[in-house]
C-alpha cells in the first residue's frame, strides 16, 4: 500500500510514520507539510491511501481532498472534534482524533485495507459527498480554489467579476484572468454569498459590485455592463432581481 502523509507539524508526521514502521507492507512515497505540497504529490504520485490534517495554513484537509480528485483515499486527523465527525462515520471515511494510540491507528489502517480490497470505488464518492457537506458548512465561500494540473489557483471571493456555466465546469473571471473549474454553476451559487452574488441568466453569474449599469440591447432583452466595459446577457427573471439592487 502506497502512502502520503500530510500534516504540518513535523512531529506529528512523525508520529504516523512510527505507527507505519509495525506493518512491513506498506511504503511512504511522501510527506507534505502543507496543502500545496500535498495536492501536487497526490496529483503526481497518486497513492492508495492519505493521512491528511484538516487543520493546516493556506489549504485545509477539506480543500486538498476536493482539489486532489476521488480517487485516493483518505483517513482524515484533527485535534479537535467540531469537524462533524459523524458525517466522516455516515460517509465511510476513517478519522483519528488527536492524541491517537498504536491501536486506533491500526483499526483506522485496517477499514481503509478493507476499502481497498472492495476496489469498487466507492471511497471516491464518499470524499465527494464529504467535501460537499463541508463546504455546504462552511458557506459563504470566501475563496474559490481551483486544480491546473499540479498547480493550485485560490481566488477570494470578493474579486470574483462574472462566472459563466460550460456544461460541467464555470469559467470564473477575476482581475483580468479566466480561471477553469470543475463545477456546476448551481451548486456554486449555492456556496457563494447571495448578497454579493446573483445570477441574471441561466448560464451567467455577476457580482453586483462589478456592474456599472444595465441597459436595454433589444425591444426584449438586455444586458449588464460591467466596470471594466464587458457586456452579459440579462434573461427576464434575470432583469427582474438585478433591477431591485441596481439603481
Not at 45 to 67: H, N, R, S, T, W
Not at 74 to 99: G, V
Request: aromatic share 8%; hydrophobic share 45%; with cysteine.
Amino acid at each position: 500500500m502506497r502512502i502520503i502523509i500530510v500534516d504540518d507539524e513535523m512531529l506529528a508526521r512523525g508520529v504516523v510514520r512510527e505507527y507505519l514502521a509495525e506493518h512491513p507492507d506498506v511504503e511512504v512515497v511522501a510527506e507534505c507539510a502543507n496543502g500545496f505540497e500535498a495536492v501536487k504529490a497526490i496529483t503526481e504520485l497518486a497513492p492508495d491511501l492519505v493521512f491528511l490534517d484538516i487543520q493546516m495554513p493556506k489549504l485545509d484537509g477539506f480543500e486538498v481532498a476536493e482539489l486532489a480528485g476521488a480517487k485516493t483515499r483518505y483517513i482524515f486527523a484533527t485535534a479537535f472534534d467540531q469537524y462533524a465527525i459523524k458525517a466522516f462515520e455516515f460517509h465511510a471515511l476513517d478519522y483519528l482524533l488527536k492524541p491517537f494510540s498504536q491501536q486506533r491507528f491500526d483499526q483506522a489502517l485496517a477499514h481503509a485495507r478493507a476499502d481497498l480490497a472492495k476496489g469498487d470505488g466507492d471511497g471516491g464518492a464518499a470524499v465527494q459527498s464529504m467535501v460537499r457537506e463541508a463546504a455546504g458548512r462552511n458557506k459563504p465561500l470566501g475563496r474559490v480554489l481551483i486544480r491546473d494540473g499540479a498547480k493550485v489557483h485560490v481566488i477570494n471571493s470578493d474579486k470574483i467579476e462574472v462566472i459563466e456555466a460550460q456544461d460541467d465546469y464555470v469559467q470564473i473571471r477575476s482581475e483580468g484572468k479566466s480561471y477553469l473549474k470543475n463545477q456546476r454553476m448551481a451548486e456554486l451559487e449555492e456556496q457563494l454569498d447571495a448578497g454579493q452574488f446573483l445570477r441574471i441568466h441561466r448560464s451567467w453569474i455577476v457580482n453586483i459590485a462589478c456592474v456599472d449599469r444595465i441597459e436595454q440591447a433589444t425591444r426584449d432583452s438586455y444586458v449588464a455592463i460591467l466596470k471594466d466595459g464587458a457586456k452579459v446577457p440579462v434573461s427576464r427573471s434575470g432583469y427582474q432581481k438585478i433591477r431591485a439592487v441596481i439603481q
